[in-house]
């Protein structure tokens, strides 16, 4: 069954079915070749069950969110004033790439979003500044990944609705482990740059009157993070309930700068429809994939072969990153969540691992899924932005940022408290 299974997912996806639908038909597939009952019958109830999920409303709302940042010219506000504060550094702009994800992510709760968004104001400057385009966009790629880290962010809701962890807690403990793989993902840069001074591009010189006056646009985004993200911890909001205040304070903010119309609102409707419709697709086809392979045994089948290798919680963790670095070449993030969370989730808990530490760590290893060929989305979306240049040039750049990924794992399983800590304290 598990063989069977895995070699037919892997079949729909190489054909080129969109994953939604392929891990849709994967249960349609599997329904009358082990279920003696017609289980297909219930995929309306699944459906609704999925979808009536309240949280889950976040996140048309911080695509939302991060869609009328990107129209209204803030994001590019925001980006030029980190490269005047960062640049100075050997990798100069890449270092800037690193700096305005971080404070993207903390708005936009969206990888793909904050990939695309950094990477349009940034792409220019490869040829004008001379930089390594590997490394440059692989910065990008590898930058974008933030998004799902840093709270506010749309993967810890899915883990947080498929596990029943608090929220709040998963955000809290997104932050310190965020901030760290920013500073590891610079540190790849300055080392690469350090090497290979070549690869930095030109220095960007500007006074500390520049810097300090551009500390202005900088306000924006950090004043949506601490609304959306402090609503929730004052008791004021719940997170869907926030993210409606990160909406409402984004529209505010597009609307003092002028760029409040009814063109850049049509603009920004069809871009949070299109993501909606597309995650909510793999939301409702991995469920109706997950009730079919519970009620077939298929769950049960995998659970029992994994606890019966009788390996230490070491192992298993390790087991575990293998896991997903090989099914994050084949899957895309949020469907290889969705399928694999019910199934690896109680296997760790039952080894003692925590759940919120539990939920970082897969993030993370998520987030390398992100930037891993051949179904790395973030790859595809900062080669989109090109106009012209190979595939392979995003790919090799991504990989110094794959490394750093995993060295934070290593990290998280040596000082668990790095995630631990503020759940803690303010849990």
């Known amino acids: 069954m598990i063989a069977t299974s895995l070699i037919l997912l892997l079949v729909l996806i190489g054909i080129s079915i969109p994953v939604g639908a392929a891990l849709g038909v994967l249960g349609l597939i599997l329904d009358p070749l082990y279920s003696m009952l017609p289980l297909t019958r219930a995929i309306g109830e699944v459906s609704w069950a999925t979808s009536n999920e309240f949280l889950l409303v976040a996140i048309p709302l911080f695509v939302m969110l991060g869609e009328i940042l990107l129209r209204s010219g803030l994001a590019e506000k925001m980006y030029n004033s980190m490269s005047l504060w960062l640049s100075w550094l050997p990798g100069g702009l890449m270092h800037a790439n690193i700096g305005a994800s971080?404070?993207?992510?903390?708005?936009?709760?969206?990888?793909?979003?904050?990939?695309?968004?950094?990477?349009?104001?940034?792409?220019?400057?490869?040829?004008?500044?001379?930089?390594?385009?590997?490394?440059?966009?692989?910065?990008?790629?590898?930058?974008?990944?933030?998004?799902?880290?840093?709270?506010?962010?749309?993967?810890?809701?899915?883990?947080?609705?498929l596990t029943n962890t608090s929220v709040p807690r998963l955000y809290l403990a997104g932050i310190i482990p965020g901030l760290a793989m920013a500073g590891l993902f610079m540190l790849a840069i300055?080392?690469?740059?350090?090497?290979?001074?070549?690869?930095?591009?030109?220095?960007?010189?500007?006074?500390?009157?520049?810097?300090?006056?551009?500390?202005?646009?900088?306000?924006?985004?950090?004043?949506?993070?601490?609304?959306?993200?402090?609503?929730?911890?004052?008791?004021?909001?719940?997170?869907?309930?926030?993210?409606?205040?990160?909406?409402?304070?984004?529209l505010i903010l597009a609307a003092f700068a002028r760029r409040l119309t009814f063109a850049m609102l049509r603009e920004v409707l069809e871009g949070t429809m299109k993501a909606t419709a597309m995650i909510m697709l793999i939301v409702i086809g991995a469920a109706f994939l997950n009730f079919i392979m519970s009620a077939t045994g298929l769950t049960s089948a995998i659970t029992n072969t994994i606890t019966g290798l009788d390996v230490s919680p070491m192992?298993?963790?390790?087991?575990?990153?293998?896991?997903?670095?090989?099914?994050?070449?084949?899957?895309?993030?949020?469907?290889m969540m969705i399928t694999t969370i019910p199934i690896v989730t109680p296997i760790m808990l039952a080894l003692g691992f925590d759940p919120v530490w539990l939920g970082i760590v897969i993030i993370i290893l998520v987030e390398a899924a992100l930037i891993t060929p051949p179904v790395g989305l973030n790859l595809f979306v900062v080669q989109s932005l090109r106009k012209s240049g190979s595939m392979n040039d995003v790919m090799i750049g991504s990989l110094p940022f794959v490394v750093m990924l995993l060295l934070m794992v290593a990290v998280l399983a040596w000082l668990p408290d790095l995630a631990l800590w503020l759940p803690r304290v303010f849990g």
């Open 102 to 161: 971080a404070l993207f992510a903390a708005t936009s709760g969206s990888s793909v979003a904050t990939a695309a968004t950094v990477g349009t104001v940034a792409l220019p400057q490869i040829q004008k500044k001379g930089y390594n385009e590997p490394l440059f966009l692989g910065s990008l790629a590898a930058g974008g990944t933030l998004g799902i880290l840093i709270p506010p962010s749309i993967n810890l809701i899915i883990y947080g609705v």
């Open 190 to 250: 300055l080392l690469a740059c350090v090497a290979r001074p070549q690869w930095g591009g030109q220095k960007i010189s500007a006074s500390w009157g520049e810097r300090i006056a551009s500390l202005v646009h900088l306000i924006p985004p950090l004043g949506i993070f601490l609304l959306v993200v402090g609503s929730i911890y004052a008791g004021v909001a719940t997170p869907t309930e926030a993210a409606a205040l990160g909406v409402a304070g984004a």
């Open 315 to 335: 192992t298993m963790l390790l087991i575990l990153v293998i896991f997903y670095l090989v099914l994050g070449c084949f899957m895309e993030t949020l469907s």
